[in-house]
């Protein structure tokens, strides 16, 4: 038997006069995988918040099942002063990690991730990839009750996001409730067992099925300004776009990756990189 581990009833939320969504009604159980689907602005992080409580909503009523425990991992991190060490060594002291457990959880998260060699460096200082890689880290130090994920692939390497995957799949199969905010078809296929979209100011749950089944292709761009108003542009054949120093990563359909990248060559951006 499923256990309910969250409820909405009728709940809305706002800015100032904005509705972002409204009247929604759901049940959330545990050990669920849930994606949020929906384009750009349409309120998919704020979801997120209002399912944790990092904000408030003006209508309805959310009710938990009992404290949870909720783990976090934003698409856009503040870029610290302090270094990648030091900021997990801040979490696991307020998460109440002893050293020893740290040192082995921490070696094995580094390693998975790649960073043995920024773990030194000020977090100002990292790609935005790399941050996103600490972000993830630090989420992954503690078993949650409920994993929030917003963009979580955003800016990372191959190995890095199938680790990820997989140490996720880990995390639902221990019962881990994952909310994530996605626009990775693949990912969503691979992690999750219920999607919900938000469009037209409501979130009505959709079907596998209705997912396009497609391939991706990936370009890599080395001048990118004005790039992004370009693929706002053409956002209707863009699955995802990532700007990182001076650098933008683009994942476009396989089916008309060809013509779309004429397109972005013959106004005068330099392509860097490519794969089907």
Known sequence: MKETIIVLENVTKKYDKDIIFSKVNLNINKGESIAIVGKNGKGKSTFLRVISGLTKIEEGNITYSRKLKFNFVPENFTKLNITA????????????????????????????????????????????????????????????????????????????????????????????????ACHEILLIKELSNRILEIDNKSINEVSKDDLEDINVSTMVFVNDIGLKSFLDENSEKVISFNEEEGKMTIRVRSDISNEFLKEIINHGYVLKYYEE
């Open 85 to 180: 060490r030091e900021y997990i060594s801040l979490i696991a002291d307020i998460e109440g990690i002893n050293k020893k457990d740290l040192k082995e959880k921490l070696g094995y998260l580094i390693e998975e991730f790649f960073l043995e060699d920024i773990m030194d460096t000020p977090i100002k200082f990292l790609s935005k990839g790399t941050i996103q890689k600490v972000s993830a880290l630090q989420a992954l130090l503690t078993k949650p009750d409920v994993l929030l994920l917003d963009e979580p692939l955003s800016g990372q390497d191959i190995a890095s996001q199938r680790n990820f995957i997989k140490m996720v799949k880990l995390l639902i199969r221990n019962g881990v409730t994952v909310l994530m």
